[in-house]
């Protein structure tokens, strides 16, 4: 079975510091990986994924994230924090392949507050 | 286009009741999900549409629970007899269907069961 783990349920850092919220997966087969953000009051918004190719990968807004097999992880970064991106922070990850059910499998989230 | 769109935004209701909770996905879009966002417990899978084929229902927490997709467009999500505990965030996200796609989700359904 897959599970998601985000160590931290909440983080804090300064404006212009960097951020860096952690993921790490469990599953048989290397999956399909997501990050969501979820800003106060609004639905969730896709941020960036890993399916194939580049193990590094770079979204919305200045974050990007790196798939590491070897660690089975999928850590959020972004150089220089914004007071804009103060929000929930989702990882999530769904079987590749076809056939397959493409449900996500949620990580708890991590509450990121930017101090200004 | 349009996005995902639930409604109503936010349903309360007694202890017992029924309700059902709408799902518009995107046009276009042949897999359709339903997710529950609570506090304690993020959030986990309820429902999912491919196509026409059989929906999987794995993720349902109990036979109170039920769900349609009409026409490979729209769904209803069926709470009958709702307990307290079944108070969350309904969300309804859908994509392409295909591996890898992305899934967009709707703003959700907020249900507070007294």
């Known amino acids: 079975a897959q599970s998601v783990t985000q160590l931290g349920s909440h983080v804090s850092v300064s404006e212009g510091a960097l951020v860096l919220l952690r993921c790490n997966y469990s599953s048989s087969v290397p999956p399909y990986l997501f990050w969501y953000v979820q800003y106060p009051n609004q639905g969730l918004q896709l941020l960036l994924k890993y399916t194939t190719g580049a193990t590094l990968v770079k979204g919305i807004n200045g974050f990007e994230a790196e798939f590491k097999k070897s660690e089975t992880s999928f850590h959020l970064t972004k150089p220089s924090a914004h007071m804009s991106d103060a929000a929930e922070y989702f990882c999530a990850v769904s079987r590749p392949g076809a056939g397959n059910n493409r449900k996500l499998i949620w990580g708890l989230g991590t509450s990121l507050a930017v101090n200004p | 286009g349009a996005g995902v769109s639930q409604s109503p935004s936010n349903k309360v209701t007694e202890k017992g009741k029924d309700v059902e909770l709408r799902c518009d996905p995107i046009s276009g879009h042949t897999a359709l999900y339903w997710y529950r966002q609570s506090l304690g417990q993020g959030l986990e899978f309820l429902i999912y549409?491919?196509?026409?084929?059989?929906?999987?229902k794995s993720g349902l927490p109990s036979d109170r629970f039920s769900a349609e997709r009409t026409g490979g467009s729209v769904s209803t999500l069926t709470i009958q007899r709702t307990q307290q505990e079944d108070s969350a965030v309904y969300l309804c996200?859908?994509?392409?269907?295909?591996?890898?796609?992305?899934?967009?989700f709707g703003p959700g359904t907020r249900l507070t069961v007294l």
């Open positions: 549409f491919q196509g026409n084929s059989a929906p999987d």
């Open positions: 996200a859908s994509s392409r269907g295909l591996a890898g796609n992305t899934q967009y």
